[in-house]
């Protein structure tokens, strides 16, 4: 299933067919960024060094630079189709490397002067990494706490004083952007983000706190750092003065969509490396393959899959064709996927039953993969924090965004993966969309039109009555209760939110198919399969996909897997 398909390769095809290339068959004993040579490097809590020379050579950091300053990202989908590459290989590998750099570019980019820009983008063009620096232990998300001050000193300079805490690639990046207090008052204007070359900083005002180890992701170098007195070059701020949540509330729009679609490929190698150890182990006089309830737990992660790729997909398109929505649609990305994501390992490792605790073969790297899924749910922004970035922005939305005329459904475009996409307009990125929802009106107006089969048009009705519902619900929220105070019922209204939006996806993907659609893009069977473990996940129901929903999913599951195909919509040839 490919859905849409288009017209010819893009470019983000072609490189990620020759970074597939490049890393070659995971299963080689002789690859040396194969299974095993990756596996030995989680033991040794280390980076996989022949990995970063493969993507040093592929130059993946161009990826993370505009084309305008000399890169190749042009849009957020083709990224996040390069690095779901570098996931289904080594998670550590794709947030070690790339991931990483990428959060901290995102911010030169939507906020930097050109000079800095220019800057930025040299370093990463000749190979440097970036570190993003938010976090401090004591403030965890709550960025408006953060304790690191960048205030003038007798010269006029910036000096910097507290500390950086639990960020990758801190210890060995070359350029570095950091989120400080730059006015002693507090207030919305009291933090900036500033863009440090790291080899300019004196070091006796920079103390290195080492480096934090993890249980998941145990390559990715987590450091800390320390300033005393640390002066900072003129003309370091992003931005004006004072805007540091702003830049940053604009940048994430842009990771939380990413990152979860990135870490796809680790559901995908997950998902390949239990059918593996299903077909090859054998209970009750057969393999454990060809038991029912085994059948039925890999077709319902094949669908959580696609749920996933669906909902990030549209999301990933949206921020080209409606910016000005992205901020709703990138914090329900944040706050579902990751969970899908994580459930799923989770039950796989359930059918891989007490063989799963053996350290060799299969097993050892499906254990590693189940730690490394975990910090995708925390890393970056909560589930939590991502749910109070869409109660302010519910009432409004309920009022105003889903029945009026001022809100048009998504373009068409928005439906159609893989198809040409315009740049990305970053200066339209805003903090709140206004009230503007263009993907749940698309469910609304796609419902209205759509002349599909019984079971697709309940779907729909039935998300459109939690649509419904919805605003029932946003309409007695007390405006004085929608951030970190708000009840308990008021976070599952924003998650409640998600999960239209979600629905929305996946029936938008649905209606928008090309003509000629054939084999299984063409059935129904994979929309209503997301679906139904949407809902499932949503703690609608509790119970299995139905066998006229799992017998199709298992039947195309297993033959990309024979095939050597990813799991996702894009279905391509792949190595893991």
Known sequence: MTLPSSAGPTRADTR???LEKLFGDAGDPGNPVGGGAVLAADERGEMLAEGER?????????????????GRFHDLEGLIDVMRAVYRRDPCLGLGYGAGSFMAAVNVWTSGSHDQQTRFAERLLTGDRAACAYHELAHGNDLSRAGLTALPGPDGLLRLNGRKEVVANLDRAGVMVLFARTDPAHGGRSHSQLVLDADTLPARAVRRLGRFRTVGMRGVRLAGVEFVDCPVPAGSVLG????????????FQLTRIALPGMTV?????????ALRGVHARRLYGGAVADLPLSRSILAETFADLLLADAFTTVAARAAHLAPGATAVYAAAVKSLVPKILMAAVYRLSELLGSQFYLRSGERSLFQKLLRDVQPSAFGHASRVSCELSLLPQLPITARRGWHGA???????????PGQPLPGLRLAELAITSRGRDPLSRSLIEGAAAARDDREIAAAAYAHLADLAALA????????GLLGPAAPPHAFALARQWTGVLAASACLGLWWHRPSGTAGFAADPAWTLAALHRLRAHLGRHHDPLPASLTEPLYAELTGRFTAGLTFDLSRRPTGA
Do not use: C, I
């Open 472 to 479: 029932r619900g946003a309409a007695e929220l007390p405006p």
């Open 240 to 251: 004006l003065p004072g805007l540091g949540v702003e830049t940053a509330m604009r940048s």
């Open 16 to 18: 990620v067919d020759a």
């Open 406 to 416: 001022d809100t048009p459904p998504l373009p068409a475009e928005t439906f159609h």
């Open 265 to 273: 490929g680790l559901l995908d190698t997950a998902l390949r490396t």
């Open 54 to 70: 493969l993507l040093d050579g592929f130059e993946l950091n161009t990826h993370f630079v505009p084309e305008r300053l000399g």
